[in-house]
Nanobody, 123 residues
Framework: QVQLVESGGGLVQAGGSLRLSCAAS????????MGWFRQAPGKEREFVAG????????YYTDSVKGRFTISRDNAKKMVYLQMNSLLREDTAVYYC????????????????WGQGTQVTVSS
């Protein structure tokens, strides 16, 4: 089973950018489909983006399309989420996870999870 550790969160002004990273352990990282989720206070965990094993296919929730970019580096066992033009409503704890499909959005379908990294966007 893969272990995941997120980093890169922080406090940023609206309109700014952050790059989140997710480091994975294990020898079979390239065999995992990966996803990013987020959870704001008092809200359910929601899908943000997914990426295929090779990185050739990506999928985003509508609210982040054109602003966020998911990518991966299998040699480094890393997944990234580049977040631009951040909005206050992007404030949440962000998680990476392993999943069954790039297009699955239900958190219950995802297996291994990291501990999360806090992103706070101020006005």
């Amino acid at each position: 089973q893969v272990q995941l550790v997120e980093s890169g969160g922080g406090l940023v002004q609206a309109g700014g950018s952050l790059r989140l990273s997710c480091a994975a352990s294990g020898r079979t990282f390239s065999s995992y489909i990966m996803g990013w989720f987020r959870q704001a206070p008092g809200k359910e965990r929601e899908f943000v983006a997914g990426i295929s094993r090779s990185g050739s296919i990506t999928y985003y929730t509508d609210s982040v399309k054109g602003r966020f970019t998911i990518s991966r580096d299998n040699a480094k066992k890393m997944v990234y989420l580049q977040m631009n033009s951040l909005l206050r409503e992007d404030t949440a704890v962000y998680y990476c996870a392993t999943g069954p499909s790039v297009y699955r959005t239900n958190p219950a379908d995802f297996g291994s999870w990291g501990q999360g990294t806090q992103v706070t966007v101020s006005s």
